[in-house]
């Protein structure tokens, strides 16, 4: 199992770029696909980004592709997402997840997720 903890959150104007980190113990996070997730107040929580678990394919979901990179570093037991030209729309809390299939396929739905962080609040003034 895969603990992580979320930070890098906070409140930026539109336009600007936070880049949340996610630090993750456990022996098997350098086997793991992770993820990012958001959710919005009264909205389902949504994939925004994952990443294999040897960093060689990662997938976004559209409204953030372009404009979001995620990045793991497996030597640090951590996982990124750079978030530049962001919107208020952008507006929700982030969480970070890991799958529990060692070296699976990069999935992007909560289901292929199961470990989950605390997640951290990204506030996009407009």
């Known amino acids: 199992q895969v603990q992580l903890v979320e930070s890098g959150g906070g409140l930026v104007q539109a336009g600007g770029s936070l880049r949340v980190t996610c630090a993750a113990s456990g022996r098997t996070f350098s086997s793991s696909a992770m993820g990012w997730f958001r959710q919005a107040p009264g909205k389902e929580r949504e994939f925004v980004a994952g990443i294999s678990w040897n960093g060689g394919t990662s997938s976004y979901a559209g409204s953030v592709k372009g404009r979001f990179t995620i990045s793991r570093d497996n030597a640090k037991n951590t996982v990124y997402l750079q978030m530049n030209s962001l919107k208020p729309e952008d507006t929700a809390v982030y969480y970070c997840?890991?799958?529990?299939?060692?070296?699976?396929?990069?999935?992007?739905?909560?289901?292929?997720?199961?470990?989950w962080g605390q997640g951290t609040q990204v506030t996009v003034s407009s």
């Open positions: 997840a890991a799958s529990t299939r060692r070296y699976g396929a990069l999935g992007t739905t909560p289901a292929a997720f199961g470990s």
